[in-house]
């Protein structure tokens, strides 16, 4: 055994009994709190439960109605993303305003940037929008997935947004020092949970598109998920931690950058600094590199890297690199996952004021999450064209679309 593939099978291991473990703890806490609510009186089990099963609901549905939208009329929901969430997520800021305790006044404070940043964000996005719409409708227009595919997948990740946060209710019962710890832990794993649900039918949607791009092949989904789950299980789950991280390090980076510019020499030298660290570390972790794994079965590292290099060696990294897609499901998942935090944390402070904040968190967060796995097969479509496009650059079929020519100015600027 490789010590590729060693390590895919330790990661492997390591999630399916972080899974029994968390269900475990998940029972255990909702049954520790239903007994607690029945004896202290201190915790209204409905109360809490209705208004977050409720918004956990409404994420699978707004999450389907993304990507309906999306492949139906993908031009107008790409820039109805790029504007409806800042201002969803102000609205979240001026309600965490309205319930008025020292957590969430510290949230609206955070929404409220992040709203700005969105705002500029979109401005600063704007004229390139077209050249966006056009990469995707080419990607997802070619014999996209079944509807039922996607639904069932928006159904997965519902309902283990709906079974992870019963045990979060359970431990807010007690509200002992230990109950944040599980709390932690409970919102860790369901993170982790969601990016490998979502990575696996990214996976299992690329290998279908990669065959249609790069060999006009049909390849049953059935066929392409069952070999997702035999081989590509382990890959999955290294780079649903690696891709984030890479992802988070690389937009400090350059927001370092753009803060800095040529002003500061110090500022500039630590932006350069950044930068090349980010350059890097982006070869090693990359969502481009889920194609190689699904299609080859190949290591996430050692995918990213090849597949990184063959953008290198196209020239078209700077192009790949501005990709407006991964925005786009970005921002659609903020959209979602703020639509779902005003439904639970209003329905909340009108019914219980004090589990107001909480509630509004632990619903935004479900929403993103789900949002984000209902959106997967967008992002899979336009990650198999360019790879197959940079594995097969003479094929006629993928012209219309070609990278190299869907940015004139092909600007850092992803989410």
């Known amino acids: 055994m490789t010590g590729g593939n060693f390590f895919n099978k330790l990661f492997q291991y390591i999630f399916y009994f972080h899974v029994l473990l968390v269900t475990i703890l998940v029972i255990i806490l909702t049954i520790r709190g239903a007994l607690s609510a029945v004896h202290t009186h201190d915790f209204h089990p409905k109360e809490w439960y209705m208004s977050v099963l409720a918004s956990t609901a409404c994420a699978g549905i707004i999450g389907f109605t993304w990507q309906a939208f999306t492949r139906t009329s993908p031009s107008r929901t790409v820039r109805v993303a790029f504007w409806l969430s800042p201002l969803l997520t102000c609205a979240i800021g001026i309600l965490l305003i309205y319930i008025g305790t020292p957590v969430s006044s510290a949230a609206s404070a955070i929404a409220f940037l992040s709203a700005l940043i969105q705002s500029l964000y979109a401005c600063w996005v704007n004229p390139r929008l077209e050249n966006a719409t056009r990469i995707v409708k080419i990607s997802i227009g070619h014999?996209?997935?079944?509807?039922?595919?996607?639904?069932?997948?928006?159904?997965?990740?519902?309902?283990?947004?709906?079974?992870?946060?019963?045990?979060?209710?359970?431990?807010?019962?007690?509200r002992t020092k230990v109950d944040s710890l599980f709390i932690f832990l409970i919102i860790a794993s369901f993170t982790w949970t969601m990016q490998i649900i979502r990575n696996t039918m990214h996976v299992a949607v690329s290998y279908v598109k990669y065959m249609q791009f790069a060999h006009n092949i049909d390849v049953a989904f059935t066929a392409a998920f069952k070999s997702t789950i035999k081989h590509s299980m382990g890959s999955i789950c290294i780079g649903s931690i690696l891709v984030p991280i890479v992802g988070v390090i690389t937009g400090i980076a350059r927001a370092v950058s753009l803060v800095s510019g040529d002003v500061d020499e110090f500022m500039f030298s630590c932006a350069d600094c950044c930068s090349g660290i980010a350059s890097r570390l982006v070869a090693y972790g990359n969502r481009w590199g889920f194609v190689h794994a699904g299609v080859y079965n190949k290591g996430m590292v050692q995918a990213s890297i090849e597949t990184w290099e063959l953008f290198k060696t196209h020239g078209i990294e700077k192009t790949i690199d501005s990709d407006l897609t991964s925005s786009f499901c970005f921002l659609t998942g903020v959209a979602t996952g703020s639509l779902c935090a005003l439904i639970g944390g209003i329905w909340s402070f009108v019914i219980h004021r004090s589990y107001a904040t909480g509630v509004t968190m632990y619903t935004f967060l479900t929403g993103y999450l789900v949002s984000r796995v209902a959106m997967a097969w967008v992002q899979a479509s336009v990650s198999a064209y360019y790879v197959a496009y940079s594995d097969y650059p003479q094929n006629q079929e993928l012209d219309a679309g070609r990278p190299s020519n869907m940015m004139e100015d092909p600007q850092r600027s992803r989410v």
Do not use: D, N, Q, W
């Open 143 to 174: 014999r996209p997935p079944k509807v039922m595919v996607i639904l069932l997948s928006i159904i997965i990740g519902t309902l283990c947004s709906a079974f992870l946060v019963t045990g979060i209710g359970g431990a807010t019962a007690t």
